[in-house]
DNA sequence: TCCGGCCTGAAAAGAAAGTTTCAGGAATCC
DNA sequence: GGATTCCTGAAACTTTCTTTTCAGGCCGGA
């Protein structure tokens, strides 16, 4: 035997010539529209190609399937295939560790997260988000839960150093109502929250949205219910095997804005990092490298 | 409004916060096998899905299909397009953002940089270090700096779940003489320090060495000058199309450390995690999503 | 021209698939 | 803690698809 696994397109070159002249039409026209047009309802296939559905039927048994159904799932894997094909790189990250170390299968988990994540963002919503977060207009204040509260540090520093205006909501909640007391149209919250969602977050997002803030909402897959009130929502996917979440696509979307926000303004930017860079220097507190 | 032609995709996610339980377990394995967990039947989908048929057949309708055959054609004619679109798209990630958009310069960036973090880290030494973590005997003490020191929170908030006697130095270096003076031999210390190195970190690590205290650093590619006195080190690479580096390597490495501390004493964990869980219900602060 | 074999598609029968109804049950709210 | 709302899937029902049957018809050969 020469051919254990046939794609479709094979199976009609190498049974043509039993094929009838009805049975042809049908499977000229898949040829030229392939696999396109034998994806639908026999019914419809036939009908596109203005033969009867027995034809059809019996041609696919020609061609060694049990039924339509089966054919038709033939396509379908073809199709996906060609798809997913090449881009399926499992390459073996961590290089020399064993195959089940606890690295190889974090390496897995991270990178399908990083990949779902990034296949999930609404790169017009993100633009949007990030012009919003771009906005020195208004303030920007920065907020996260119990875990997230470190991103929250994260965001804070960097969008410090990029724009003015920025405000650090701190993880103590007795404080948030003062600044919700400055609030007006025009500023913005960015908000961290992953499961479990806190209540105190969301009730926060709601006053906020009240006063006309624009919220900017970073959450998980299944997303926090601030999502509801959020002008922006990004999801991030966040298993991996352990008995909590991860936050490496949260830190990369994250990083993504940031280094997107400060592409949008870098004009001003520039010039800010420039001065902040001197001032760290004068204070003789860290050391250049290179 | 904004969106006239959607993909189902997109579909999802805009009506994601209208979905109910059941309705985002389906949703969910579709978006992580996309379209392929959509192309079947409803009674096989939803059967992959452990859900019921109707289940399916009420989220298809909710995303503003007539029905499920229609549903499927859309996601046929995706797949289609995808296909025989402009010259299959580069790895699929920020799947529809354009193709020199800031997002998929970043993705490239921060998977080379995951990759070659990962094939960097020696699998003895990262055990090695995480045995020292997990040594309850001694305290452990987590310390960043200006940039880091929000990874240092996420370590700290992270250990403090899983074992005991863990300090989070503050960032503010006046304090940290205090905690030196109660350094014994036998503690250890995870330190984060990545350019541009700061000289009160260094003379911290220092002083902490003399006095018999194990240091695991995590640091940049180029290594923290730190390294010549800590017991493991490990070098993250955090090159990104910016002004800044990125640290998703970085937390990357930093939560396979605390998932693998966790599995080497998941026996003395686990009910310490169950506690913890409990209390902050008790708090009312939080609630349960599933 | 007539005969016999073979295609072909209309239509019925049979099999899935998809939709709707409805009652039990979980979650939530007061 | 009880009432209420909403979610969920079993089951009946409807629609659509697929297969089979079968009669009409085309074609080549005598």
Same mark, same amino acid.
């Given at each position: 035997?020469?051919?254990?696994?046939?794609?479709?397109?094979?199976?009609?070159?190498?049974?043509? /010539?039993?094929?009838?002249?009805?049975?042809? *039409?049908?499977?000229?026209?898949?040829?030229?529209?392939?696999?396109?047009?034998?994806?639908?309802?026999?019914?419809?296939? /036939?009908?596109?190609?203005?033969?009867?559905?027995?034809?059809?039927?019996?041609?696919?048994?020609?061609?060694?399937? *049990?039924?339509?159904?089966?054919?038709?799932?033939?396509?379908?894997?073809?199709?996906?295939?060609?798809?997913?094909?090449?881009?399926?790189?499992?390459?073996?990250?961590?290089?020399?560790?064993?195959?089940?170390?606890?690295?190889?299968?974090?390496?897995?988990?991270?990178?399908?997260?990083?990949?779902?994540?990034?296949?999930?963002?609404?790169?017009?919503?993100?633009?949007?988000?990030?012009?919003?977060?771009?906005?020195?207009?208004?303030?920007?204040?920065?907020?996260?839960?119990?875990?997230?509260?470190?991103?929250?540090?994260?965001?804070?520093?960097?969008?410090?150093?990029?724009?003015?205006?920025?405000?650090?909501?701190?993880?103590?909640?007795?404080?948030?109502?003062?600044?919700?007391?400055?609030?007006?149209?025009?500023?913005?919250?960015?908000?961290?929250?992953?499961?479990?969602?806190?209540?105190?977050?969301?009730?926060?997002?709601?006053? /906020?949205?009240?006063?006309?803030?624009?919220?900017?909402?970073?959450?998980?897959?299944?997303?926090?219910?601030?999502?509801?009130?959020?002008?922006?929502?990004?999801?991030?996917?966040?298993?991996?095997?352990?008995?909590?979440?991860?936050?490496?696509?949260?830190?990369?979307?994250?990083?993504?804005?940031?280094?997107?926000?400060?592409?949008?303004?870098?004009?001003?930017?520039?010039?800010?990092?420039?001065?902040?860079?001197?001032?760290?220097?004068?204070?003789?507190?860290?050391? *250049?490298?290179?």
């Amino acid at each position: 035997m020469s051919k254990p696994p046939a794609t479709v397109r094979e199976l009609i070159r190498e049974n043509y /010539a039993s094929l009838t002249q009805s049975e042809r *039409k049908f499977a000229n026209l898949l040829l030229e529209n392939y696999p396109a047009a034998g994806l639908a309802s026999i019914t419809i296939v /036939a009908g596109n190609a203005e033969v009867s559905t027995p034809t059809v039927a019996r041609m696919v048994q020609k061609l060694g399937f *049990k039924g339509y159904p089966l054919f038709h799932q033939a396509l379908l894997k073809e199709l996906e295939a060609k798809v997913s094909g090449p881009t399926k790189r499992r390459d073996n990250w961590a290089s020399e560790a064993p195959e089940g170390h606890l690295l190889n299968r974090f390496a897995q988990a991270v990178t399908d997260n990083l990949q779902q994540t990034f296949s999930n963002i609404d790169s017009a919503q993100f633009d949007a988000a990030v012009h919003q977060l771009a906005n020195t207009e208004g303030r920007l204040y920065v907020v996260g839960g119990r875990i997230t509260r470190a991103l929250a540090d994260y965001a804070f520093t960097h969008f410090q150093a990029i724009r003015q205006r920025v405000t650090h909501m701190t993880s103590s909640s007795a404080t948030w109502p003062h600044y919700v007391l400055d609030m007006v149209e025009g500023d913005t919250l960015l908000m961290f929250d992953v499961r479990r969602y806190e209540t105190n977050l969301q009730r926060l997002a709601e006053l /906020a949205s009240e006063r006309g803030v624009k919220i900017v909402l970073i959450t998980d897959q299944w997303a926090s219910p601030i999502a509801s009130v959020a002008e922006h929502t990004f999801n991030c996917w966040v298993e991996i095997p352990s008995a909590w979440d991860s936050n490496i696509s949260t830190m990369m979307l994250l990083e993504a804005m940031i280094a997107a926000t400060q592409e949008e303004s870098w004009d001003k930017t520039k010039d800010r990092y420039d001065r902040l860079d001197e001032l760290f220097d004068m204070t003789r507190l860290f050391r *250049k490298f290179s």
